[in-house]
């Protein structure tokens, strides 16, 4: 029987479910759910070719089980030259032979479903890669593909771009073709042209590509760049800007929520979940995307915003954290959504440096991890979390260029050095900010290459810090990050108030983020401290912590005066107490 559970105002749907009532609940779970991300070329090798692999995953399916997530998020699967290490798609119905087959994925499939595990696939329709047989055909102007792209004469007689838009990843957003004179477009690296989703054709192909995967058996797809499919008519300069010239054309463009809304019908027949990337997102505008007022297109966004709070905008402009900014970020998105829309909360991904290495600090590392842990799984929204970032992983400290993977790091270096930025300058940012310190090899034990491959050399090299910071030592920690996920996780999902209760910041100093979620007459209060000095903390007048029972914390319990402590460095307490 379904229950429906009326309060402040909104409606929210319980577990239970029969028959017909299943409809109703359609499009729910994905609220009760936690999410694992894996970036499949590091969580772990099988077959001892250095790279990371679908029998590798089948392998740690009870491991990724065991955290108590319900579902697993896959950075793209495809066949892939890999200019962006997957990002760049060669062809959209099968698997790379770096990870598997089809077959082998089906077997995936059905041992997650077996173990209760959810499968989201990434879906990259922004571009493809320029292997891709529609973009090899496109180069030919009488070809049906042509227009599945944005092909252009130059300017000046064909010697300059045909506008001045530039790269995400740094240098022109135009790569000029040889075979027929003209430039197309790639917002992102030049291996990867952006598809044209005005021509109704290529919104057709996605729609099968949707349905493929959908009748295949996966549950969802993470949407990558979502908001950049829709370009505005002709292509018109923009607004010059040290990189991305050209941003305010084709994000959050004209059509987008009309393309979204073609691809939500074919995702409505299924019981399908999304979530959208969603760079520059304000909790607002998403409102429009995803409120749940009947227009929403997706489940939920993923934003920046709060990963922009030790940089300006972009990684690469490196600054202090500054922990006033995240919550007011948080409060912001907290706040805006409760009740009309809900949030994707992470701290972590493959294309963000590692969290304690930021906002934490390592020389507290199990504190920080844990405090970090707790100050956004107990928000409300659905919680990612990303490979590796459950035992506590460190940025790679990469020191030199010529061992760097990622694109978009050599690209920003390159640029660097042209400018003439001094090389130490350059690798200060680059070593704190680059995305391969999310891309090392997952570390599994303390044996050579981390566990994480028998062959001689992985694919990518390893953390020097392995030795310390691996699953297998932290399952024999009873004290470890890893051990307090599955705490963290287990406890969201045995409280309704972590997943529905309504959210009010704190007013506290800066370094101290505090706040009360309430639901059906329970109050829950997180108080996390984000210094490496002690804190002093005071709650409500009415919330006595002294007499409720800290339920979750990262130290051990200390004396509690009325409603008043000592936060010690990187403190996380939380406090449960009747209403
Ligand atoms: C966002 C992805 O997360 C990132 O890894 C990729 O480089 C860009 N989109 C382009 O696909």
Redesign the pocket.
């Known amino acids: 029987m379904q229950i429906i559970l009326v309060f402040s105002g909104r409606m929210c749907y319980n577990k239970e479910k029969t028959g017909d009532d299943a409809t109703m609940e359609h499009k729910q779970w994905y609220k009760d759910i936690a999410v694992y991300q894996i970036w499949p070329r590091s969580f772990c090798d099988g077959n001892g070719d250095g790279i990371g692999d679908l029998t590798g995953v089948i392998e740690k399916l009870d491991y990724i089980k065991s955290l108590g997530v319900d579902a697993i998020w896959f950075?793209p699967l495809y066949p892939s030259p890999n200019a962006?290490?997957g990002?760049?798609i060669a062809d959209y119905r099968d698997i790379s032979s770096d990870y598997g087959t089809l077959e082998q994925f089906k077997t995936l499939l059905d041992e997650a479903h077996k173990r209760d595990l959810k499968i989201i696939m990434d879906l990259?329709i922004?571009?493809t890669s320029d292997q891709h047989k529609w973009f090899l055909e496109s180069k030919n102007p009488d070809s049906p593909y042509h227009n599945y792209y944005f092909w252009r004469k130059g300017r000046k007689g064909g010697k300059k771009e045909p506008n001045n838009w530039l790269s995400t990843?740094q240098g022109k957003a135009w790569e000029f073709c040889k075979e027929n004179g003209l430039y197309y477009l790639h917002v992102?690296a030049k291996g990867?042209p952006d598809l044209n989703m005005d021509n109704p054709q290529v919104r057709q192909e996605v729609k099968d590509i949707i349905r493929f995967w959908l009748e295949l058996g996966v549950d969802g797809f993470r949407e990558?760049?979502i908001t950049f499919i829709s370009k505005k008519e002709g292509l018109p300069n923009g607004f010059p800007l040290p990189t991305a010239t050209g941003i305010e054309h084709y994000m959050n463009g004209p059509h987008l929520h009309e393309y979204l809304e073609e691809f939500r019908a074919v995702q409505e027949e299924y019981d399908c979940f999304t979530v959208g990337?969603a760079p520059m997102m304000t909790p607002k505008r998403a409102l429009k995307f995803i409120g749940e007022d009947g227009h929403r297109v997706l489940d939920m966004m993923f934003h920046f915003e709060h990963m922009n709070c030790d940089n300006m905008l972009t990684n690469f402009l490196r600054t202090p954290f500054r922990p006033g900014k995240l919550k007011k970020v948080y409060n912001n998105w907290q706040t805006g959504l409760y009740g009309k829309a809900w949030n994707a909360n992470y701290i972590e991904?493959?294309?963000q440096p590692r969290i304690i290495s930021r906002y934490g600090s390592e020389k507290f590392r199990v504190e920080s991890g844990k405090m970090l842990a707790t100050m956004y799984i107990l928000q409300s929204g659905t919680p990612f979390i990303y490979q590796g970032q459950e035992i506590g992983m460190l940025n790679a400290n990469i020191p030199t260029i010529d061992r760097y993977k990622d694109v978009?790091s050599i690209n920003t270096y390159e640029l660097m050095k042209k400018l003439h930025v001094p090389e130490k300058f350059i690798m200060w940012i680059i070593q704190y900010a680059s995305?391969d310190n999310a891309r090392t090899p997952m570390q599994w034990s303390a044996e050579k290459n981390a566990g994480f491959t028998t062959a001689d050399k992985p694919w990518f090299e390893v953390n020097a810090n392995y030795p310390e910071i691996n699953v297998a030592a932290a399952e024999a920690d009873p004290n470890s990050i890893l051990h307090y996920y599955r705490k963290l996780l287990r406890f969201r999902k045995d409280n309704a108030i972590v997943r529905y209760g309504d959210f009010t910041m704190l007013k506290t100093q800066k370094e101290v983020f505090a706040y009360v979620r309430t639901y059906q007459g329970q109050q829950m209060l997180v108080v996390n401290s984000f210094s490496d000095q002690v804190q002093p903390f005071r709650a409500p007048e009415t919330f006595a912590m002294c007499e409720e029972e800290l339920v979750l914390g990262n130290y051990e319990q200390n004396a509690v005066v009325h409603n008043g402590c000592l936060l010690r460095p990187f403190e996380t307490r939380v406090y449960l107490k009747k209403a």
């Open positions: 950075s962006d290490y990002y760049d990259v922004n571009h990843f992102f990867q990558d760049v990337e991904n493959h294309d978009s995305r």
